[in-house]
Every structure is written in C-alpha cells, then in structure tokens.
C-alpha cells in the first residue's frame, strides 16, 4: 500500500532517521507543513526569535552533541539571516542542516511576496546548497547534504525547497524507504609505508609537541590519553578539540592558541617534532611561521585539504585521527627530553598562575570574574565564550575534562553568537549547566533568545563582561576615551561590590544559578538569568602592569635593550624616560613604560605605520596633535594611528606614568 504524506513530513521523517533532536526554527507560512510534522511525528521544534540565533542554537547543538543539528527557516529574508552562521559554520568545520523556503514553483520569477534567489548567496557560505523542486526526490537531496556535509572537513549544507513541494504528496515508497539514517563517511586508516615513516621520526624526536585539531573532536578516539602517556608527550588543544583529552592534567601545555599562551609560543619554536593532528597550521597557531627551523613535521587529516596548508609537513598523512591514535598507541615509546618537556610544562603553568589578576579598587578585573564563575560551576557545565577581548580570558582560564563543553564561533570571529550558542546547548544538554561569558557589546545581538530558553523552560547563566562600551573594543577603537578603565561587579550584592568581595559575589551567584538550573532541568525551569554582570577591561590594559614589567620571572619575558631602561628617547626633552619594553616575541605588538617629570615631553612627530595608545596610570599629560590640545590623567588613553601628528609635554606639576603600546601595521 503506498502511504500518502506531504513533503514536509518526508524531511521531518528523514530528520528523525538521521538522529537530528531537535530543529531550530523561525516560523513563516511556506514551511508550515514541516511545523505540522514536527508536532504529528514528535521531532521537538524550538522557535526562536531570529533566524540567525536558530541556526547558531543548531549548530551549538551540533557542537555539544558531536550530531549534525538543523534549522529550519522560511523564505527569502529568513534565509539570508541564516548566512552568517552558515558562514560561522564553514569556518568552523560544523555539520549543520538548515532547510530554507522558496516561493511555490507556480509563482517563480514572478515577484512573489518574500521571494528572492537566495541560493547563489547559500552557496557562498556552505559546502553544499541546492533546490528541490520534486517532492519524490527530497530525501535523496537529504541524502545528498548528508554525504556532503560529512564528506572531509565537516560543515553546513542547505536545501531549498518550494512551498508548494512541501505541501504537496509525495509518494512514501519513493522517499528512501525504510527511512534510516544515512550511512557514515568512511575514515582513510594509515597506510603501512606512512606507519613506517611515522616510528622513524618519532624514534629520532626529543621535544616532541602533540597538537589536537577540530577533526579529533568529530573522529572520536578512545586512545588519545593512552598516546600522551606511552610517549611521555606535552599536548595542546585547538577549538572543537578543546576537552578531548583532559586538560587539567599536567601534561596540557595550555590552549592551541598563543596570543594567550606564550609557553606554545616557546614549545613551537623548540620543539623538534610536532605532531599536528586533525588541524592545519592556523590563525591560532601563528600558521606554522614561528617554527624552528629543524621542526620535523607530521601532520594527521582526514582533509587532505588541510594537509601542507602553511607550512610544508615533513610527513602528512591523509588518515582519520583515530586510525593515526591506533597506530601511535601501539608504536614504540617515545624518548623526550624531559627536562624540556617539563620546562614548557613549567612555564605554562607559571603563565596561567601569573594571568590571575585581583580586585582593585575600581572593581572586578575580568579574569577575577571568570575563575570566580569557574570555580563555582559544576563539572560538567558547557562554557560559551565571545569575540572581543572575552575569549582571551576565556580561553586562557578554562579547562575542559570533555569535549563539547566549550563554543566560540572560532575563526569567524563573530560576535552574536554567544547567546544562541547558550540556549542551543541548554537544549543539547537539558542536564548540563550552561555559562557564557559575553561583553557588553556582544550580548545585545541576540539577547532576545533568553525568551526562547524560558518558553522551553531552559536556563543558563549569562556573564557580561562589561566595560561599558557597548559593541567596541575599548581601546582602538575611540580617539580619546572619556571614561576611565572601570570594572564594575553588579552581582548579588548589590551595585558596585567593595574591593574582595566581588568574586565572592559572582561565586556566589553563579553556584545559586548553577543550583537552580540541576534542579529544574526540564519546565517548568528557573528565569534564564543575566544577574551576574561583570565588567572588563580592555585586553590592551591586562597583562601590563609596572610590576610585572619589573619581574623578570613573569611570564610575560621583559626586554631589556642593554642598557635601555631609563633612556630618553630621540627628540624627546625634559627627563622623559622609557622604563620598560615589552614585546610580544614573534609579535608586531609592544608596550613601553613612560615617565615623563614636569616639563618632560617629545617634539611634534607622527609615525608611518604604527598605531600607538598612550594610556596613563598616574598623573596627567597634556597631548597636542598641532590642531588640538587635550589633557589626560589616570585611566584614560588616546589612539594616534599612522600618520596622525602629535606630542606629549607634562604641564603638571606632578611625575606622571604611562603606557604607550604600539602595533605595527
Ligand atoms: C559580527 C561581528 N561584528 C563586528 C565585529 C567586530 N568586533 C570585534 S570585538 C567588537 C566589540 C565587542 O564588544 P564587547 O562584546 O563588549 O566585548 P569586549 O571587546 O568589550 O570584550 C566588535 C564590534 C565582530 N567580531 N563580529
């Protein structure tokens, strides 16, 4: 007997075959008919309140669950406002599904209400997008994005399909029947001659470096741990690959990300063999440019695409993570060096102890905030970060014992996704706390989900990370900055928390929040909660302090130019001198440490390409751009980008103290 349903239940059948748990949607009458079949066929339907935050809840879901998640969105504007998570996505390597709406096919190219060509767009930012305008064929289409989206590097594939198609019959013995779900890609092993080659390099390595990638995340081994120990080998994690071994044993040499790991920075350049496994060399890890220059490299993808990308590996080898984990857990011991081994480890674990910043008087400094949040959350809790300055914080504090326990939208870099990201996860992982850590500017863009989380009876905990500039980065982004660097802590507490007990405040805060969302994990749960406000301050003003410009063991490593310290700089007059330089090694980025007495200053000058903050500690400047004149005194700071003229002079009659950080262009 041939059974009739529409094409909307042939998706949603399909959908549940292939393990989807739930779809994120923004409703609109051309995809009715899926609505209909999610509730008749019991596949949960979240609505949302943006396309956009649906599709970054699908592929939040995606990312915890380790299973592909899905959207479902109308029409012309509803599609183009899922492009930049599309977009997110594909930079991100995430398999997501999202089912677009096209005008019925009676109606194409005659100007239908909300109906535009979309798919030229989707194809841009997606693996793979198509149409499907026959409803008999739409799980093969289905089954098409499947093979796609899984295929290599994983990542987002849409399918649009006409209204009409989607309400029309369709013929149940012509979808791919019995529906099941698609069948897996399959995974490349290591061949015996790239086995061969493998336990060659490693007999010879002794500073051995174990990198993990984004395809350890999707290729799951359950011998990762094994291979740290049987070789002895310092490892870090990347991205999606963030928690897949745990990293708070003494092995993790930090995150694969050296803007807030200067011990990978050192590992990088030292070591002698770097296993690269499931990832490329990439933004985070400076594209293999800080190599030394006898670095053997062996390099592990299923995407050969990723394999030589940057930097030229010594062996690649086209096989899946797992496969390669197999062949190296059975390889014979590794001998490192373990005074070297140890010192990266050291180092490391110097940097994280020295990152901890304390209260001041002006109130919370942000990784105060996020070790009081962590400290408090359970094991367990997935932690969402931002862009801006947040992640890092973020990524430089935390530890993962898991994987999918931690989502930022990654090479993106987008802003927005952060929220949507939370209340994806909460339903991803009804069971599991949920914290995001987000600035001031960053929350605004979805903020409105918190309404979606609370009609399903989700909660999370949201940290604002706020120094009160909403949607810019402190520092560059304003000639003169009025306010103060200030953090304020709005937590339990009250308003402003006294010196000591804002991160008392916050622990306090998050445990209560953490509490009530364990107890009411399913509705009717607990108000999603934005109590806990923290601020931030600029990353430019946290890691530099005249103390630790003084303390040489910090982890931040002082240069000193022979005898630099208390030079006065060329055409500078009146006993201004620089204290301190800092660079960032292999950077473009430095901070010096001024002081200028009453009277001390420089001539009239510009620079061709660098751009320099001065921000003041103590005391108060006079600055002068041969137009305007301007004074600035403790917690301000001005931005001259190349070319921009301007002096300093001391008109006061105090000493005054500054920092002057330059970024070459
Ligand atoms: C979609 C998007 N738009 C713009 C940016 C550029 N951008 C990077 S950081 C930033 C400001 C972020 O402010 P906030 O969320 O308050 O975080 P903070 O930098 O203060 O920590 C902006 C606008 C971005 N990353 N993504």
């Known amino acids: 007997m041939t059974v009739q349903m529409d094409g909307g239940a042939s998706i949603v059948g399909w959908l549940q075959a292939a393990g989807v748990e739930n779809v994120f949607s ?52 509803g599609v183009t406002n899922a492009v930049t998570p599309a977009l997110v996505a594909t930079m991100a390597g995430t398999p997501m599904i999202i089912i677009g709406a096209h005008s019925g096919t009676r109606s194409f190219e005659r100007g239908a209400g909300m ?75 290591v061949t015996a001659a790239d086995a061969e080659a493998l336990r060659t390099l490693c007999s010879a390595a ?18 990762t741990q094994e291979v740290v120990d049987r070789h002895g080998l310092p490892f870090s994690t990347l991205r999606l690959a963030r928690g897949i071994v745990d990293e708070t044993q003494e092995r993790f040499a930090g ?199 609370e009609r399903y009876g989700r909660a999370f ?4 990370l706020d120094d009160q500039k909403w949607g810019r980065s402190r520092c560059p982004s304003t000639r003169v900055l009025a306010k103060p660097t200030r953090w304020t802590c709005r937590g339990a507490t009250g308003p402003r928390s006294p010196k000591g007990s804002a991160a008392r405040a916050i622990c306090a805060a998050t445990r209560d929040r953490s509490a009530r969302q364990s107890r009411q994990p399913s509705p009717p749960a607990s108000r999603p909660s934005c109590r806990c406000r923290c601020a931030a301050s600029s990353v430019l003003t946290w890691p530099i302090s005249l103390e630790n410009a003084d303390n040489e063991d910090d982890a931040m490593k002082i240069w000193k130019n022979g005898n630099a310290t208390g030079i006065t700089p060329p055409n500078h007059f009146g006993g201004l001198t620089v204290l301190d330089v800092v660079p960032f090694s292999g950077s473009n980025f430095s901070v010096q ?33 041969g137009k305007e004149r301007f004074k600035l005194s403790a917690g301000q700071a001005v931005l001259f980008e190349p070319g921009d003229p301007h002096y300093t002079i001391n008109e006061a009659d105090e000493e005054s103290t500054y920092l002057v950080i330059t970024v070459k262009q």
Not at 40 to 69: D, N, Y
Not at 206 to 223: K, N
Not at 373 to 400: E, M, Q, Y
Request: hydrophobic letters at 40%; proline letters at 7%.
């Open 461 to 464: 905990i949201i940290v604002v």
């Open 255 to 453: 995150p694969g990300y050296t803007a807030c790991n200067g011990a990978l920075r050192r590992a990088l350049a030292e070591a002698d063999c770097i296993l690269l496994v499931g990832h490329h060399f990439e933004f985070d890890l400076e594209f293999g440019d800080t190599l030394g220059p006898g670095t053997r490299v062996i390099q592990v993808a299923s995407d050969t695409e990723l394999l030589n990308r940057n930097r030229r590996a010594d062996l690649a080898i086209a096989a899946s993570p797992s496969s390669f984990f197999d062949v190296l857990a059975d390889a014979p011991p590794m001998q490192p060096d373990s005074a070297w081994v140890s010192s990266i480890l050291t180092d490391w674990a110097t940097e994280w102890k020295s990152q901890r910043g304390e209260d001041d008087n002006t109130g919370v400094h942000p990784i105060v905030a996020v070790d009081a949040v962590t400290d408090a959350a359970p094991g367990n809790t997935i932690f969402v970060s931002s862009h801006g300055n947040v992640d890092f914080w973020a990524d430089a504090r935390l530890k993962f014992s898991e994987p999918g326990r931690y989502l930022r939208a990654g090479q993106s870099g987008s802003l927005g996704a952060e929220v949507p990201y939370g209340a994806g996860a909460s339903f991803a992982d009804p069971e599991a706390p949920v914290i995001v850590f987000v600035g001031d500017g960053g929350v605004g863009f979805h903020v409105s989900e918190l309404d979606t989380a």
């Open 115 to 189: 109906s535009y060509d979309v798919l030229p767009v989707m194809k841009g930012v997606t693996k793979w997008a198509a149409r499907c305008i026959d409803g008999n064929r739409l799980t093969e289409y289905l089954d098409i994005a499947w093979r796609k989206m899984w295929a290599g590097r994983p990542g987002p594939v849409f399918l649009e399909v006409p209204t009409d198609i989607l309400s029309s019959a369709v013929d149940a013995a012509s979808a791919s029947t019995p529906l099941s779900a698609p069948p897996a890609p399959s995974k490349a092993g």
């Open 593 to 625: 440490v001024s002081k200028a007495p009453k009277g001390g200053g420089g001539e009239l000058h510009h620079h061709d390409d660098w751009s320099q903050v001065f921000h003041m500690i103590s005391g108060e400047m006079t600055f002068d751009t």
């Open 26 to 77: 923004v409703s609109g009458g051309p995809i009715n008919s899926i609505y209909r079949a999610c509730a008749k066929q019991g596949l949960p339907l979240i609505h949302a309140r943006h396309e956009a935050a649906a599709c970054f809840m699908a592929e939040s879901a995606s990312r915890v669950t380790g299973k592909a998640g899905c959207a479902v969105v109308t029409l012309g504007p």
């Open 206 to 223: 002794r500073r051995p470096l174990l990198l993990l990638g984004d395809e350890t995340f999707w290729d799951r081994s359950d011998r």
